[in-house]
């Protein structure tokens, strides 16, 4: 069983293959935490959890002083607040007292194969029971009445588990959650590197590293959304690791909102790692009978450093978070007429853009931003998702059908959650919109943000786009979200219950993004914000492809694309050749293959040599699809290291096949390079396209590849491919 109970040591063990997770019932039933780590067969833990004390700073518990014991040195398996423990807290309870003096204590556990949902939250999920097991320890605050219960899901083959609370008021009073993190780790040493993935619009998830240092370190969002500043993912790598080797413990929040991802390495050099929704903004009243879920967390260990725990992140996702009809299927080869038009489209414009996707190999049609209410530029019409007649001669239905009629699918663009102070529905419901009393609404684009936290306007917006949803040919939604979220506030929330508004509003997001995916189940979400600010695993639950970022320029773009690559798996990117000028259509192509692959342009704005070579790219996008979306990935060469050049392999998962892409960013005068292969099956013989040569696997991860050959040139990229002979 991958998890277990010694009843005499009061040890859970939370097992898989590779990894092992250890916390047991101490004295007086507090929760201490022991080992995270490479899996290890024993459970003697007795005395990992003891901690340097100071008696006279570091208060205990009465009747545990004679035992060293202090919850503001031990590891703790739930920090809370005001009870001893000093460091950051992953629970504090503002009782109806009016102190926050939070204490939960051991209670009951069970143990069951399969895995829990989470009421109204994305979580991943079993795909059947024998797949994972669960946790459930039931804590409880005796003083509030706070029931908390830490709820463990391993995931067996896979080395990674998951981890969320709930809490359930038991008391006859209402009492206010003011911070309840998904998960609390105490580690047993400071000797870490925290990697975090930072960006803006346009240049989203880059990768920052830095050294764990006493104190506080810690990034999150305050937003709205789980951002392009600041994605909701960390990890910490030993000091020693690298790409290939090392402990690296990585951490991501399944969740699209405020977030916070702290840290903080004490006075006894020991490391506290949380993650959870953000408690600046937050506060959460709980009446008596109430439970709150928190959002969830997913863990991976990986004893082969930054890598290994990627391909885990990869594979999990693939498997345990992406859903619906698209999870398997091969997804439409698409154009987008975005980069292309922009709002200045009509159905002409649109279907000569089709006409040329059909001749070429591409398979749907996605019409963006532009087609409803009176959409000629950005100031207008966002909740009027009606079609802007004047742009369809007849009628959007007519237009759709004509697309339809080529043999290509057709893709529509919403940003629902928004609305433009100039369009008929905030005429109509000047109220519908986040703000609060007496402050000017402020605008992100011309735009207000829809209080999601309402039924009347998730009812409005279910109706509206089910209304177009399911009275044409739909296939595919891409899902935008432009702007943050300032004067946060919903006009139907009492005063006392503001607090609540940031957590409600993305429940609102979630249940009409359920309610419109159960309802169209064969439609195509690619979810968006501004390219990649909602890049999350909350919002890969419900869209199995996310737009990356609306950087389409793949000498920058790859540096996004490798920093989104630290957790999130190709199959989800997004990722379009659009006809900006900074590269070939070769490299755009090769750059862009990393992902969810489409065009991104008017075909009448590129010459006749660039409409010829993306004819002759379809064919290679088919062939490797599988490869791509399903195979390992393994960064040979990444940005964080060589600002100059940088490599990325697939290898097909039983080894049989393997691409490795080359990109010069700016040439330098280091002209020899050799690059060695990765994850190949050493016993193998491989074929290489680029010099036709036979050569064991062994020696292309030994010897490797010999590239002096290839021109130092800014911008010049090469797929080589390597396939299996027996
Ligand atoms: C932002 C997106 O990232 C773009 O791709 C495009 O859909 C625009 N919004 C449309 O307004």
Redesign the pocket.
């Known amino acids: 069983m991958p998890i277990s109970f010694d009843d005499s040591k009061k040890i859970f063990k939370l097992d898989t293959p590779s990894s092992t997770y250890a916390f047991k019932v101490y004295d007086e039933n507090y929760l201490i935490h022991l080992y995270y780590g490479a899996y290890v067969p024993d459970n003697d833990f007795d005395g990992y959890e003891k901690r340097r004390q100071y008696a006279s700073f570091s208060a205990s518990n009465a009747h545990l002083t004679h035992t060293g014991f202090s919850a503001d040195t031990y590891p703790m398996e739930i920090g809370c607040n005001g009870c001893g423990d000093m460091r950051i807290s992953a629970l504090q309870i503002r009782n109806a007292d009016g102190n926050a003096s939070t204490d939960v204590r051991y209670v009951s556990h069970k143990i069951y194969s399969g895995k829990p949902a989470l009421p109204g939250l994305p979580a991943l999920y079993a795909n059947d029971d024998g797949e994972c097991t669960t946790l459930e320890v039931v804590t409880l605050d005796k003083v509030t009445g706070a029931e908390v219960t830490l709820i463990y899901t391993v995931f067996e083959k896979l080395s990674a588990m998951t981890r969320s609370v709930v809490v359930k008021n038991t008391s006859d009073k209402t009492f206010e959650i003011e911070k309840v993190m998904s998960f609390c780790l105490d580690m047993e040493s400071d000797e870490y590197d925290l990697i975090t993935l930072y960006g803006r619009h346009n240049s989203e998830r880059h990768f920052e590293k830095r050294p764990l240092a006493h104190g506080y370190q810690g990034i999150g969002s305050r937003r709205g959304t789980s951002s392009a500043q600041q994605n909701p993912f960390m990890a910490l790598l030993s000091h020693n690791g690298s790409e290939d080797f090392g402990d690296a413990y990585g951490f991501n929040l399944v969740y699209s909102c405020n977030h916070l991802c702290e840290t903080e390495v004490d006075f006894n050099n020991c490391t506290r790692v949380m993650m959870g929704i953000n408690p600046t903004d937050f506060g959460w009243l709980l009446a008596p009978g109430e439970s709150f879920y928190s959002p969830e967390a997913v863990l991976v260990y990986s004893n082969e450093g930054l890598g290994g725990m990627s391909r885990t992140f990869h594979r999990l996702y693939n498997s345990n978070l992406v859903r619906g009809k698209w999870k398997h299927l091969k997804r439409p080869l698409l154009v987008n007429n975005?980069e292309g038009t922009g709002m200045k489209f009509d159905d002409e414009k649109l279907y000569a853009i089709a006409k040329w996707a059909k001749e070429t190999g591409i398979e749907m049609l996605v019409m963006?931003?532009g087609w409803f209410g009176h959409r000629d530029n950005?100031r207008s019409s966002l909740g009027d998702w009606f079609e802007d007649s004047k742009k369809f001669k007849n009628g959007m239905t007519g237009f759709i059908n004509s697309v339809k009629d080529l043999g290509l699918k057709f893709g529509i663009?919403y940003e629902p959650e928004m609305i433009s102070p100039d369009s008929e529905i905030y005429k109509k419901h000047p109220d519908w919109c986040i703000h609060v009393p007496n402050r000017d609404r402020s605008v992100g684009r011309w735009q207000y943000v829809m209080d999601m936290t309402r039924e009347d306007v998730r009812d409005y917006l279910f109706n509206i786009m089910s209304d177009i949803l399911g009275n044409n040919a739909i296939d595919y939604i891409?899902w935008?979200f432009?702007r943050n979220i300032t004067e946060a506030g919903s006009a139907l929330l009492p005063p006392e219950r503001q607090k609540e508004f940031f957590h409600r509003f993305i429940l609102g997001t979630y249940e009409l993004m359920d309610r419109i995916t159960k309802a169209f189940p064969h439609l195509l979400f690619e979810n968006?914000s501004?390219?990649g600010g909602r890049y999350d695993p909350g919002m890969m639950y419900f869209s199995p492809q996310i737009?990356c970022s609306?950087n389409t320029d793949a000498l920058s773009r790859v540096d996004i694309q490798f920093g989104s690559s630290l957790c999130y798996p190709a199959s989800v990117q997004g990722a379009h050749v659009s006809a900006s000028k900074r590269s070939g259509y070769e490299t755009k192509r090769n750059v862009a293959m990393w992902g969810s692959f489409g065009y991104e342009l008017d075909p009448a704005d590129i010459s006749e040599d660039a409409r010829a070579e993306i004819r002759g790219q379809i064919a290679d996008y088919h062939k490797y699809y599988d490869l791509i979306h399903y195979g390992d990935l393994y960064r040979i060469i990444s940005p964080w290291d060589d600002p100059y050049k940088c490599a990325w392999e697939f290898v097909s998962e039983d080894k049989s096949k393997a691409m490795l892409t080359l990109l010069i960013k700016f040439a330098t005068e280091r002209r020899n390079f050799v690059i060695k292969l990765k994850g190949l099956d050493a016993g193998k013989n491989y074929i290489c396209d680029f010099d036709g040569r036979i050569r064991s696997g062994a020696m292309l991860m030994n010897a490797g590849i010999n590239l002096h050959e290839v021109p130092e040139k800014d911008g010049y990229s090469l797929a080589i491919h390597f396939e299996e002979v027996k």
């Open positions: 975005w963006d931003d950005d663009w891409k935008d432009n968006c501004g390219g737009w609306d």
